[in-house]
Structure formats: C-alpha cells, structure tokens
C-alpha cells in the first residue's frame, strides 16, 4: 500500500487495519490461506523454487498497558510483572515472509501448544519446498515439539 499511495509509511490507523481488526478468528484464517495462494503463484512467477528452506519461529511479548482481554501475568522480562500477549510468528528467511502466527495470552507455551502450531506450518509451505530445517527458541524445546517437526518431516 505504501508503494502504490508513495508513501514512506502507513496511519497507524489505517483503513485497512481497522478492516483487519474487525475480522473474527475464521476470518483470519481464511487470510492466512490467501497468503499461502499468493506466495506459490508469486513464487512461480518469480522462477523461485527453493527445495530447502529454513523456518525461524519465535514468541515475544507484548506489554499491555489498561484492561484488555486475554492477557495474562507471564514472562516479561522487561516489564516484570505486567500482563501481556505472547504471539507466536513462524518466518521463511530466504524470503523474510511471514508464513504462519498465533496471538496467545502471556503464558509461556506448552508442548502440546507447540505440537499443535507445528503441524498447521506443513500446509502453508509452497508446492516446491521439499526439506525444511525448523529452528525455535527455547519454549520449542520438547519431546512433543520434536515429535511433531520428525511427523511434518522437518529437521
């Protein structure tokens, strides 16, 4: 948006957030989907075709400040104490794209929760990737996370 308008950045409240966030869970997920299309055909047009690529998927935390819902205490080393969210977001890093995010409350993730996130990454991935090397910082680290990478496929 910012190329076509020429601009050097958005509002910070722009149509297209406000249009964003008034979407529901389903509608998001359905978003997710149309990037997952859009990717494989600009992948295809562009002549990328990436047999190995590498995942990068972190959690982080996010302050919350006032009385929104779903935050939860949980770790914030820089705010010790607060509540907050603590999404998850999964990059390819040849490309820097986005493929794939949660929005959860502040706690620290389980190995169920991580299991769970694991198995949606392998429908997202374009036509064309054959391996994958899965990398996590240390709420990854678990039988169950290290089951569902070996069942994806992933190293």
């Not at 190995?52 to 779903?70: A, K, M, N, W």
């Not at 929005?103 to 990737?129: A, D, H, M, N």
Request: net charge positive; glycine share 10%.
């Amino acid at each position: 948006m910012c190329g076509f308008f020429r601009l050097t950045m958005l509002p910070s409240a722009s149509t297209f957030w406000r249009y964003v966030d008034s979407l529901g869970i389903n509608q998001a997920a359905s978003l997710v989907n149309v990037m997952r299309v859009l990717r494989e055909r600009v992948w295809l047009l562009c002549g990328l075709k990436y047999k190995r690529i590498h995942l990068s998927t972190d959690t982080t935390v996010t302050t919350l400040y006032g009385e929104q819902e779903g935050g939860r205490k949980g770790y914030n080393p820089s705010n010790r104490g607060k509540k907050g969210y603590r999404p998850i977001m999964c990059f390819i890093d040849e490309t820097r794209e986005y493929l794939l995010g949660k929005l959860r409350k502040g706690e620290t993730l389980s190995g169920e929760e991580v299991g769970k996130f694991i198995k949606r990454i392998k429908s997202q991935l374009p036509g064309c990737v054959e391996e994958v090397l899965f990398r996590g910082d240390g709420e990854f680290f678990s039988w169950e996370s290290v089951y569902a990478c070996i069942k994806a496929g992933f190293d």
